[in-house]
């Protein structure tokens, strides 16, 4: 292992962070709040969200936040445009072993600066397509070829700066080609933790507070409701169905696509059909995941979907669009149904399928729980604390005092 403590000095740099709501946000406090749990010192820089720079304790670790501003295009986020300094000192104070970034903004070009004042070796992981931005940027959509470059040259020379880079799946490598990195990069998974998402049947009480039936079953989706997401196709495939079939429908999430969502349920004639619960509290996800008797995926720009990992765990078969990762997880005929892009009455009729056979949903949501199981945040720990390591000790054999660079 050479010289380095098992208790490293973790530094994780992130543009999307807790309370935002989306994969990056999810991963990144989830990996803070392991490698803390497992005696690791972490800090997590990330922008303020009242604009104002601060420092407040997640639990279990430090998150510094940096001076921001409100990016109005994009969910309402908050991003730090030029937080240079503030990395600095940070890193300066903090002293890191390591430093791990999960999005390529202002606060993870501020952290590579960082990592080259100070020496401190850098991991990059890559969460991000860039459908994730074009398909929300509607006026961008007629250069969304030239965007797509654009972004993938960016991309390649902002990862370039890592050590090393890691995506969530194998798909993700096919298909942004991290070759051109020229950097070693692995598949390592986002994963969940198993012991929060598993299967059991919430209290009469806990329906009631989300207006959610008991005796019919639930299709749900969980996520964002950005452009992105397509979830306009899911109310498609559900107004597609027999209307004899009894099902409710469960749209858990918010974002920039949600006023239109309601609009296209009333104008389907869906609005008794649907019940859009809008943002729910981080401790609610598991309970009303567990409500669910079929999750359906519609969006096409998932490099991993932490969110279908979660239902699956809590014992839902999927229903998912096969682009992006999802094919991955979602195994069709094994423990869902996939349909490709935007085709609704595939979508559908696998959804149908299932609301017709309560045996299919039983043998089909044992085979979610199996695939799922690989998915454990333990083991996406383990690789990630082995990883750290390998760098680090890649990088400097004999740990250098930051006193040293200052």
Same mark, same amino acid.
């Not at 990069?185 to 049947?201: C, E, M, P, W």
């Given at each position: 292992?050479?010289?380095?403590?098992?208790?490293?000095r973790?530094?994780?740099?992130?543009?999307?962070?807790w309370?935002?709501?989306?994969?990056?946000?999810?991963?990144?406090? !989830?990996l803070?709040?392991?490698?803390?749990?497992?005696?690791?010192?972490?800090?997590?820089?990330?922008?303020?969200?009242?604009?104002?720079?601060?420092?407040e304790?997640?639990?279990?670790?430090r998150?510094?936040?940096?001076?921001?501003?409100?990016?109005?295009?994009?969910q309402?986020?908050?991003?730090?445009?030029?937080?240079?300094?503030?990395?600095?000192?940070?890193?300066?104070?903090f002293k890191?072993?390591?430093?791990?970034?999960?999005?390529?903004?202002?606060?993870?070009?501020?952290?590579?600066?960082?990592?080259?004042?100070?020496?401190? #070796?850098?991991?990059?992981?890559?969460?991000?397509?860039?459908?994730?931005?074009?398909?929300?940027?509607?006026?961008?959509?007629?250069? &969304?070829?030239?965007?797509?470059?654009?972004?993938?040259?960016?991309?390649?020379?902002f990862?370039?700066?890592?050590?090393?880079?890691?995506?969530?799946?194998?798909?993700?490598?096919?298909?942004?080609?991290?070759?051109?990195?020229?950097?070693?990069?692995?598949?390592?998974?986002?994963?969940?933790?198993?012991?929060?998402?598993?299967?059991?049947? #919430?209290?009469?009480?806990?329906?009631?507070?989300?207006?959610i039936p008991? !005796?019919?079953?639930?299709?749900?989706?969980?996520?964002r409701?950005d452009?992105?997401?397509?979830?306009?196709i899911?109310?498609?495939?559900?107004?597609?169905l027999?209307?004899?079939?009894?099902?409710?429908?469960?749209?858990?999430?918010?974002?920039?696509?949600?006023?239109?969502?309601?609009?296209?349920?009333?104008?389907?004639?869906?609005?008794?059909?649907?019940?859009?619960?809008?943002?729910?509290?981080?401790?609610?996800?598991?309970?009303?995941?567990?409500?669910?008797?079929?999750? &359906?995926?519609p969006?096409?720009?998932e490099l991993?979907?932490?969110?279908?990992?979660?239902?699956?765990?809590?014992?839902?078969?999927?229903?998912?669009?096969?682009a992006?990762?999802?094919?991955?997880l979602?195994?069709?005929?094994?423990?869902?149904?996939?349909?490709?892009?935007?085709?609704?009455?595939?979508?559908?009729?696998?959804?149908?399928?299932?609301?017709?056979?309560?045996?299919?949903?039983?043998?089909?949501?044992a085979?979610?729980?199996?695939?799922v199981?690989?998915?454990?945040?333990?083991?996406?720990?383990d690789?990630?604390?082995?990883?750290?390591?390998?760098?680090?000790a890649?990088?400097?054999?004999?740990? #250098?005092?930051?006193?040293?660079v200052?």
């Amino acid at each position: 292992m050479g010289w380095y403590n098992k208790n490293m000095r973790i530094l994780i740099a992130s543009d999307l962070h807790w309370p935002t709501m989306n994969g990056i946000a999810t991963f990144g406090r !989830n990996l803070a709040q392991g490698l803390a749990e497992r005696g690791h010192e972490v800090v997590v820089v990330a922008p303020s969200q009242t604009g104002k720079k601060y420092e407040e304790q997640d639990k279990n670790h430090r998150v510094v936040r940096t001076a921001s501003v409100i990016f109005p295009f994009y969910q309402n986020l908050r991003v730090s445009l030029s937080p240079n300094r503030e990395i600095n000192e940070i890193t300066k104070q903090f002293k890191p072993d390591i430093i791990h970034l999960q999005t390529p903004l202002g606060i993870g070009l501020g952290a590579i600066g960082a990592a080259k004042k100070y020496h401190v #070796p850098l991991v990059a992981t890559n969460h991000s397509m860039s459908e994730n931005l074009i398909d929300n940027l509607k006026l961008l959509a007629p250069f &969304a070829r030239q965007i797509d470059y654009i972004l993938r040259e960016y991309g390649s020379r902002f990862y370039g700066n890592a050590d090393y880079v890691t995506l969530p799946t194998v798909a993700a490598i096919r298909m942004l080609k991290p070759d051109s990195f020229a950097k070693p990069y692995v598949a390592i998974s986002n994963g969940i933790d198993l012991k929060r998402f598993h299967t059991g049947q #919430p209290t009469p009480e806990f329906y009631e507070r989300y207006n959610i039936p008991m !005796n019919v079953p639930i299709v749900m989706y969980l996520g964002r409701l950005d452009s992105e997401k397509h979830v306009s196709i899911l109310l498609r495939a559900l107004q597609h169905l027999d209307p004899k079939l009894r099902y409710h429908a469960v749209v858990v999430g918010d974002g920039n696509d949600l006023s239109h969502l309601v609009e296209v349920a009333t104008d389907l004639g869906l609005e008794e059909r649907v019940t859009f619960v809008g943002r729910i509290d981080e401790a609610d996800k598991p309970m009303i995941l567990r409500t669910g008797t079929i999750f &359906a995926m519609p969006s096409p720009a998932e490099l991993q979907s932490i969110s279908t990992m979660e239902a699956m765990a809590s014992g839902m078969p999927v229903v998912a669009v096969n682009a992006g990762a999802l094919y991955e997880l979602c195994k069709n005929g094994e423990n869902g149904f996939l349909f490709e892009i935007d085709d609704y009455e595939v979508m559908s009729q696998g959804i149908g399928e299932l609301l017709a056979d309560p045996e299919l949903v039983k043998t089909m949501s044992a085979r979610s729980l199996e695939i799922v199981s690989k998915h454990d945040l333990s083991v996406t720990l383990d690789k990630f604390e082995e990883l750290y390591a390998e760098v680090i000790a890649m990088r400097s054999p004999v740990k #250098p005092e930051l006193s040293e660079v200052l």
